[in-house]
T-cell receptor
Framework: GAGVSQSPSNKVTEKGKDVELRCDPISGHTALYWYRQSLGQGLEFLIYFQGNSAPDKSGLPSDRFSAERTGGSVSTLTIQRTQQEDSAVYLC?????????????FGSGTRLTVV | LAKTTQPISMDSYEGQEVNITCSHNNIATNDYITWYQQFPSQGPRFIIQGYKTKVTNEVASLFIPADRKSSTLSLPRVSLSDTAVYYCLVGERDSSYKLIFGSGTRLLVRP
């Protein structure tokens, strides 16, 4: 597609429920990233996929968070047993393999609210 | 990635020139300086990148002194729509690794 697509744009969930957030990167972009942004804060790196390599999961805040990328394209970020502190905007970005510093394209994010 | 320091916030008025300075004392020889812009309710977007001296595009100018330990993003004649958060990042241009964003500079343009 022309841009990075994320769905849903907004999600309200009850504490303790599981949620899945979807990211559809730009066609041909082999690198995909998930970030989290709490209100008024900077971006917090979560996870990074590059081609068929093992993902860099170093930013995931707890084992309740997981992500997968199927077929080198669409990615799903799953948060199990959601907590109120998980409320944030979750941003996905993609880039060509070797243009990561300047070639990031971000989606508009999913705003997650845990009540 | 080299550590960067930039002001937390800045205020300006429509029509003024805004200069946001970023300090990066530990910049390495192969590092480039890149700026991203984030509007409310949107993801960041790339606006400009440079290595030395001056770079200009349709959005902004980037001034980099000879020692490269700082850089200044210049926005000419800002409008209300330039209200955004501006992030300065420093690192190798074509290396595949994750970007680490700081808190950025929150620019508010007033009428």
């Amino acid at each position: 597609g022309a841009g990075v697509s994320q769905s849903p744009s907004n999600k309200v969930t009850e504490k303790g429920k599981d949620v899945e957030l979807r990211c559809d990167p730009i066609s041909g972009h082999t690198a995909l990233y998930w970030y989290r942004q709490s209100l008024g804060q900077g971006l917090e790196f979560l996870i990074y996929f590059q081609g068929n390599s093992a993902p860099d999961k170093s930013g995931l805040p707890s084992d309740r968070f997981s992500a997968e990328r199927t077929g080198g394209s669409v990615s799903t970020l799953t948060i199990q047993r959601t907590q109120q502190e998980d409320s944030a905007v979750y941003l996905c970005a993609s880039s060509l393999e070797r243009q990561s510093l300047w070639g990031y394209t971000f989606g508009s994010g999913t705003r997650l609210t845990v009540v | 990635l080299a550590k960067t320091t930039q002001p937390i916030s800045m205020d300006s008025y429509e029509g003024q020139e805004v200069n946001i300075t970023c300090s990066h004392n530990n910049i390495a020889t192969n590092d480039y300086i890149t700026w991203y812009q984030q509007f409310p309710s949107q993801g960041p977007r790339f606006i400009i990148q440079g290595y030395k001296t001056k770079v200009t595009n349709e959005v902004a100018s980037l001034f980099i002194p000879a020692d490269r330990k700082s850089s200044t993003l210049s926005l000419p004649r800002v409008s209300l729509s330039d209200t955004a958060v501006y992030y300065c990042l420093v690192g190798e241009r074509d290396s595949s690794y994750k970007l680490i964003f700081g808190s950025g500079t929150r620019l508010l343009v007033r009428p």
